[in-house]
């Protein structure tokens, strides 16, 4: 049998102020174990293109390093972290309590993740095109998916963002708004880090296989 | 764009046609009856008593995590009850079909499944056992009592954990209802690849299974997120990480693996999917694909998800071997470190499934090294149970009667896999009954484990006892029968017998096939003893104590029997690892709060009910390809949520004197006399 600290006169058996806990926190703390369970998606992804980056796996067709241009990878980056700016200064005029200034900054972000998805899928079509569609082979396959994987990512944070303009406008900033700021700030940086590793690892290693 | 399938389509039904309705099979029309009439009889009870308001108000609107874990035991009970047929069907089959002259039935060569019906049957029993009941009855214990160990109203999302149960629940719709419409796969319970792509499995068969995980495997992952932040952010005060119940502690390294491991058979089933909608070649046999690659990513989740549910049921073991004993646990952070230890090294031990894949020595050396050294902290697991019952006061009621059996198992299940984690081993007995037998030990551990955990926190939820004698005779039929098919099973792998056989060539195996059966018409036996002991106690309900017994050591039997909706009436300041045995050792176990706060609670919605509906109509239009379903349930579910995030609703308070007089109907006699004794400490609280 353990032995047990002995209780005093003094001892607290129940906590009545326990039940008010940061609500903020916890669901910013929720939504960082959900992009945890997210990057696990995206690196499995990255796994199987580390695999089928091989010239077994082209079926005879190209292999990134036949197609892929770095310096366009580094504009796409470019773009990409500017938005994640754009975002930044939002989050930076939420501080101020500024609802134009969140929504200016949203809108930045919008649009420069709209300018680099047309580049992205304009590739993936001009690709598709040529006869390099994602059914010729195991290869293509997985680097149209993880294209399309990072852009649909992208397209949920837009989707996100628009419905958080129009919140910031109808009702401030409540709790429930701030904590969908502060998540969606995570989610934003969360698919600009993707990106620049699908850039590193696909764009600047690939040709080098 | 979208993959040509064979046979007929239409754009308004997809590939659904009446062809699909398997009613010439008698086994299935049977089958079917039987589901009908107790679909029937749950309905017509529920329009008789004029239940229907009061099921979808206070069950399937609920975000009471109590409510939600009984709903996910319920489901993870039937499901259990629907792989045990599976089980049933494929004892039978190889007891009848063993040798060129064993009789046909029903259109079989031999026994009475035709082998394409024998295959859906055994895939069917791996995935609801593991998915759909396993993980149910696992996950409902969790949520169940977590919040009650640590203190905590709820779950720190108490609609995300609606959402959870009602996706998982679309999943086990769809296993269901592929028993009448079209088929199940026949590609195992893993995906055989290329086998399960649509070349070479055109049916809709795949795409049941495939959609059934992809959508229960969501529900769970976000259950995984919402126990870690229960665990994390909602403890009580005075609850640091080493006062924290050896539960809570496998439900954090079980959620941890759930919320890292299933995202990559989310990953994996994605990418099969968009071979077989799309004609995407990642698992082709041609065109570049690479078939093991699949089989990699499926046990990369699939051996961390083996560790998902027994490390629970070590969980259930280390808390019932404690109350039982009368003693706190032995090796409390050894057990921690276990925990966690057996979760980590989870993650690189995947390739043992597929020793013989041709990945060399090193690869090979590595892995079986790897697996070995499981069996370091799970021994410590098995060293600190015997030591916590060594000088015990030990009471053998039937909880501990399964958590004992439980160990035995995990011996029997565990010295097993270390032979199997010795590659030469294992070339030997690869794909072998003797594998089959080796892991039925280990589901066994849990299977008992949720037992035992059901008859001990079963007067906790319900308020009333289950029937000792019953259970007893459930636990002595249930472990007669698992002993009468599983030792008769490692001796035909021993023999050579292989896996997923619809007919055995070697009339020697006879014997041992007769005596699975025998065993099977055992656990027959036990499954009557279970329903005759929820019928008897549900008859009787005779009330439970608080502390209901006797011996309990944690939070939650400090609460009252059963449960209110709201579990604590205020939030107990923790001091020590086991604070019951703690209050009861200073004589404060009786000790009531003298004042009350209000509490803020979280609303019902249907909202998660209507969104896994939606999911499970999503999933079922993408099987049989009706696209427009598809789209628009998909849709709909976008716009539910966006219209929810408008939702200004944030839950109710429920005021002071409410809770003042719940609790003074729910305290006995006793307690309230017995509170006045103590009361220099409760009044002192007060002023706190």
Known sequence: MASFTKAGADTVLWNPGADAHDTISARTYGFWLYLLGDALIIA??????????????????????????????????????????????????????????????????????VVFLGIGLGDLAALSAAGDGFARSGYLSCFFTLILTHALH???????????????GVFGFTENVVARLLNLRMFWQFQASVWVVVYIYVYLFGGAH | MQVAVDGPWSPLLGRLTLEAIPYTNPILLFTFAIAATAGIVVVGSVLYFRKVGYIWREWLCSVDHKRIGVMYMI?????????????????????????????????????????????????????????????????????????????????????????????TVAGALLCMISLFVGEFSNATWVGLMPFAELPSNPGVGVDYWMWA???????????????????????????????????????????????TAFPVLTAALAMLGLDRYVGTHFFSAGFGGNYMLYINLFWTWGHPEVYFLVLPAFGLISEIVSTFSAKSLFGYPTMIAASMGIAGVGWVVWAHHFFTMGMGPNLIGFFSAATMIVGIPTGVKAFNWVFTMFRGRITLAT???????CILLLLVGGITGMMLSASVVDYTVHDSVFVVAHFHCMVLVIGGGVFAAVTYWWPKVFGFKLNETLGQWFFWTFVAGSVLVFVPMFMAGLDGETRRLDYLWDTSLRPLMLLEVVGIAVYFLSVFFFLAMIVVS??????????????????????????????????????????????????????QPSTYVPIHMPSSTGLPFIIGMLGFACTFALVWRIWWLAGASLLAIILLVIIRSFDKNEGYVLPAETIAAAERNLSTVSVIAEQSKVLPVGGHAEAH
């Open chain 2, 399 to 405: 909880p501990m009667l399964w958590a004992i059996t």
């Open chain 2, 75 to 167: 489901l993870g009970l039937v499901m259990l009850f629907r792989g045990f047929i599976d089980g049933v069907m494929m004892r039978t089959q190889q007891a009848i079909a063993i040798g060129p002259d064993s009789p046909g039935y029903l259109g079989a060569a031999h026994g009475y499944l035709p082998p394409y019906h024998f295959d859906q049957v055994y895939s069917a029993h791996g995935t609801l056992m593991l998915i759909f009941a396993a993980t149910p009855l696992l996950t409902g214990l969790g949520n169940i009592i977590v919040p009650l160990q640590i203190g905590a109203r709820d779950m720190a999302f108490p609609y995300l954990n609606a959402v959870s149960l009602w996706l």
């Open chain 1, 154 to 168: 992208m397209g949920f944070g837009i989707l996100w963002m628009l419905v958080m303009l129009v919140q910031v």
């Open chain 1, 44 to 113: 499995a992804v990255f796994a199987c293109y580390a695999v089928l980056n091989n010239p077994l796996n082209a079926n005879g067709g190209p292999l990134g390093k036949d197609f892929l241009s770095a310096s366009k990878g580094m504009l796409q980056t470019f773009i990409v972290l500017g938005s994640v700016l754009s975002y930044s200064l939002a989050t930076v005029a939420l501080k101020r309590g500024s609802k134009l200034g969140v929504s200016l900054g949203m809108i930045g972000a919008i649009l420069l993740a």
């Open chain 2, 213 to 259: 995980l992809q959508i229960s495997g969501l529900g769970t992952t976000f259950n995984a997120i919402n126990i870690i932040t229960t665990i994390v952010k909602m403890r009580a005060p005075g609850m640091g990480w080493f006062r924290v119940p050896v539960f809570t502690w496998v439900n954090m390294a079980t959620a941890i693996i759930g919320v």
């Open chain 2, 538 to 591: 549900l008859a009787k309900r005779e009330p439970a104590e608080q502390d209901a017994w006797g011996t309990g050591r944690s939070l939650e039997w400090l609460t009252q029997t059963p449960v209110p909706f709201y579990n604590f009436a205020v939030t107990p300041q923790v001091h020590a690892l086991d604070e019951l045995s703690w209050r009861k050792a200073n004589g404060l176990e009786k000790a």
